[in-house]
């Protein structure tokens, strides 16, 4: 490739001073000046009266922590989408909140206070975990903002303000009226270091290394009647801190060996109660003795057989993980500890007849990493059991961006085991608004004109019990699952409340829903989406959103996750400092989206290096043209009307890109179409063609081509683009706000022009070869080749004083020169007659036949070897090659 797009520097001294792209481009400069003045200048706000609109139900981040890769990535594709149809539609609703209630940012709190929220009075606790909050997200707020992202900043909200927690309630009462809600006392997925209940979802496999340990159980009586004295059958487990839990065993009913054992009973060794043995098909034949034990509980299949079979309920583990009265001399133990010990205790009475190092997969509470409990408490849930198939229905109604997701929410669906648990046992979060009657259990509800409430500072809507006239009430102390409120983030922008006079539900800004677009990651498809989905679904029969963007995630070099345990964690705040923001948005928009994919500097150089070429080419296109925009010319010269053409098919396929999301093809597409096409081939034609004197068409052609290149990139690269179109076209306006660009309707035959542009880059190539300057005069050149309409562009910007055309093929003759092997094939094949085979093919003992290469005696297929061509030309004249033309110069 040339540099010959950079500014002739001779002709351009004499009016420098009027130059408006003076000097290089600064990103350092430039990005932080326009990322202010765009949020002073409100350049992103939504406009409530625009005809046409697109929405976007951006995701709140959870309060956590600080920026990371995931988060500008994530932000960067959303603001992709905004860029674009903000300038194609009249106006784009693109929100920001933060998800500033429950466990993340109570943990977030604890963490950077170094406390512990079980030592504080509730209301000072979550004084706290405002404080942190609202400091983190100040910051992070300006980090979003230094991301260029074009969030419309009046439009704001988070998930702990008084309007969200009214919303939220409203939602809770709305779906118990309807009958989706309930309250139980029942086993529970309970997160020990959290000491909260949690839902299915918030449940996570993790790889553990453990013992597994056989243990020998007496048996007291078989089916048939009193065992042998002596007579065991072995138990084999990895939590032997459920013996005191033991409640039954199991066999399978296909289980020959073991089926005279169903019927009688076992006792438990150390804690010594008597359990039934009983049969049933959930037992896993292929693990241990096939013989299982039933403990209340230590996994899913507990609780089920616990159910089934109404057996008793023995809790020997509580709310902390600590060992529980019926547990004996191992009370007030943790679990891990009384694991140790009791293991110690069997082996010391006999009954411990192996433990073997064993690897297996637990459940853990994915915010801690802690393994959960079941445990027996009362909470409240929302039913969805009942309505897999609806909700998977609703999951079709939208369109998924990239398709292959919609199969994750359905997976997820189909999986569940659990309705969802709503309440939790924490601090900062929003109040369930409910009281409970002290003598019958009643539930009462708050009034919906009363919320938001918190029950345990407000009082009950009624002096009494309305089921039994009891006149307490103790109010609920639970709050909510955070997720239960950021499933309602549609209804939150669309102002959702109960209007008293109507007595029904009403949106505020009712346009906006459904949204045209639910943008996140694939890693809270079971989380965020499917919660929003069920309960917008719930609340207004509608499925909340047209579109579906799901992206993926960001892995290091080596496409590893990122982790801090790994140590490979790279800092948006680390990138920034070495690469401009544009950059960054160049390699964000380098993978399909749905694919994780690798932070790799290399591609953040490539975006650099487009931010220069960009740059230079406008000085040159700038030093061309005249300051104000020439009228169209009647008659385009054939090789400007080709460049429209080209240019009209660009803004289409880029456009249709888009639209579906497709960020890098459209990246792609613009940006070879921009610097092959646009700078390497035309912008030298016009370059030669101006050098000439003045050309109307030329000029025209340049500042329009320019025009809409700024405007296809703005998207990509606002910061840039914004500072050219500033300079060059507009000082009053942004060219985020102006209309996106449409084809012209420019008609050319692009073929024959793609082909004179070769032939151009040919005959350059030519003279920079034999040492010509790039305007030396070439008396004869012969095209053989299709480029009729383009001969005058051709002869003109190479200067040739006589082109000849030619349809048909030159006079070359084809010589097979050379034989390359693969040696990777050949060798594993011959061997040692590799060395026999090279020789004779180096003395051209060989023979082609076919797809058959004959050497040395031996045959070789066509995968094994390709043959090397030289092509001579004999008549006068040198020739170049094209990809579709020879070029030969007289
Ligand atoms: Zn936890
Ligand atoms: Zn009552």
């Not at 939150?492 to 006079?501: P, Q, Y």
Request: with cysteine.
């Amino acid at each position: 490739m040339s540099d010959t797009q950079d500014p002739p520097q001779d002709e351009s001294t004499a009016d420098k001073s009027e130059d408006a792209l003076d000097g290089e481009y600064d990103p350092r400069e430039v990005e932080p000046e326009w990322q202010d003045r765009w949020v002073a200048d409100e350049t992103y706000a939504y406009d409530e009266d625009a005809d046409t609109r697109f929405t976007i139900d951006t995701p709140p981040p959870t309060v956590s922590g600080n920026l990371h890769m995931g988060h500008l990535y994530q932000f960067t594709l959303q603001d992709f989408v905004a860029r674009f149809h903000r300038m194609r539609d009249d106006t784009v609703y693109f929100p920001f909140g933060y998800d500033d209630n429950g466990i993340a940012s109570e943990r977030l709190t604890e963490r950077e206070l170094d406390i512990r929220h079980q030592d504080y009075p509730r209301r000072e606790f979550q004084e706290k975990c405002r404080d942190v909050c609202t400091q983190f997200e100040d910051e992070f707020t300006e980090d979003v903002q230094s991301l260029a992202i074009s969030i419309d900043w009046d439009n704001t909200y988070k998930t702990i303000a008084p309007d969200v927690q009214r919303v939220s309630q409203l939602s809770f009462l709305d779906l118990y009226e309807q009958g989706r809600e309930y309250r139980q006392r029942a086993p529970t997925i309970w997160c020990p270091d959290c000491e909260t209940a949690i839902s299915q979802v918030e449940q996570e496999d993790k790889d553990k290394h453990t013992k597994f340990n056989d243990i020998a159980f007496d048996l007291v009586e078989t089916g048939e009647g009193p065992a042998d004295e002596n007579a065991t059958f072995t138990i084999s487990t990895t939590r032997p801190e459920l013996l005191p839990a033991c409640v039954a065993v199991f066999v399978h009913p296909d289980d020959d060996e073991n089926q005279h054992l169903v019927g009688g009973s076992a006792r438990v060794p150390i804690f010594e109660q008597e359990v039934p043995i009983i049969a049933d098909e959930r037992v896993d034949m292929e693990t241990g003795s096939g013989i299982v034990m039933c403990c209340t509980f230590g996994d899913q299949n507990d609780i089920e057989w616990y159910q089934a079979h109404d057996l008793p309920l023995r809790l020997a583990i509580d709310e902390s993980a600590t060992m529980t009265d019926l547990a004996g001399d191992y009370e007030g133990m943790h679990t891990t500890e009384a694991r140790e010990a009791i293991i110690e205790d069997l082996d010391e009475e006999g009954s411990l007849l192996e433990s073997r190092d064993h690897d297996h997969t637990v459940q853990v509470h994915e915010r801690c990493e802690e393994e959960v409990e079941y445990l027996v408490t009362e909470q409240w849930y929302i039913e969805l059991l009942d309505k897999k198939e609806e909700y998977i229905a609703a999951g079709r109604e939208m369109e998924w961006y990239p398709e292959k997701m919609a199969t994750r929410y359905e997976h997820w669906i189909e999986g569940l085991e659990w309705d969802w648990c709503i309440s939790r046992q924490r601090d900062s979060g929003i109040p369930i608004p409910v009281w409970y009657c002290d003598d019958c259990g009643e539930p009462v509800m708050a009034e919906r004109e009363q919320l938001p409430v918190d029950p345990l500072s407000d009082d009950p809507p009624v002096e009494a019990c309305p089921h039994c006239g009891h006149d307490s009430l103790t109010p609920e102390e639970d709050v909510f699952d955070t997720w239960a409120t950021s499933s309602l983030t549609p209804l939150v922008n669309a102002g959702w409340d109960w209007d008293a006079d109507s007595e029904s539900f009403t949106m505020e800004l009712p346009e906006l829903y459904p949204f045209d677009l639910r943008p996140q990651g694939h890693d809270i498809i079971s989380f965020w989406l499917f919660h929003t989905v069920v309960k917008c679904y719930e609340h207004t029969g509608e499925v909340p959103f047209e579109n579906v963007m799901i992206n993926g995630m960001v892995l290091d070099e080596n496409r590893e996750a990122m982790s801090k345990s790994k140590g490979n964690v790279i800092p948006p705040s680390e990138v920034l400092e070495k690469f401009p923001v544009d950059a960054t948005r160049y390699w964000a928009a380098g993978t399909s989206i749905g694919d994780d994919f690798p932070y790799k500097e290399g591609d953040l150089e490539a975006g650099e290096r487009l931010l220069q070429k960009l740059w230079n080419a406008s000085r040159l296109v700038d030093q061309l043209t005249p300051a104000a925009q020439p009228d169209e010319p009647d008659d385009l010269a054939a090789v400007d009307e080709w460049l429209l053409a080209e240019l009209d098919a660009t803004v289409e396929s880029v456009t249709a890109k888009f639209e579906d999301y497709e960020f890098s093809k459209a990246r792609n597409e613009l940006r070879s179409f921009f610097w092959n096409t646009f700078c390497d081939d035309y912008l030298e034609i016009a370059k030669q063609r101006l050098s000439d004197g003045g050309d109307t068409s030329t000029e025209f052609t340049l500042l329009q081509a320019h025009r809409t290149f700024l405007q296809l990139f703005a998207p990509f690269l606002p910061h840039i683009t914004e500072e050219l179109w500033e300079r060059c076209y507009d000082e009053d306006s942004s060219i985020h706000t102006t209309d996106w660009p449409t084809a012209g309707g420019y008609d050319a035959d692009l073929e024959a022009g793609e082909t004179a542009m070769e032939v151009v880059s040919a005959l350059r190539r030519y003279k920079t070869e034999n040492g010509l300057p790039l305007n030396a005069d070439l008396d004869h050149v012969e095209v053989f080749g299709h480029i009729a309409g383009f001969e005058d562009a051709v002869a003109e910007a190479m200067h040739v004083a006589q082109l000849d055309t030619y349809d048909e093929t030159p006079d070359i003759t084809t010589e097979v020169s050379g034989i390359d092997l693969d040696y990777s094939l050949v060798g594993p094949e011959f061997g040692s007659e590799v060395g026999a085979i090279d020789a004779a093919i180096e003395d051209g003992d060989y023979e082609i036949d076919g797809d058959t290469l004959r050497v040395a005696g031996v045959e070789l297929d066509d995968e094994m070897f390709a043959v090397e061509e030289s092509r001579t030309y004999s008549g006068e004249g040198e020739m170049t090659e094209t990809e579709s033309a020879v070029v030969v110069v007289r």
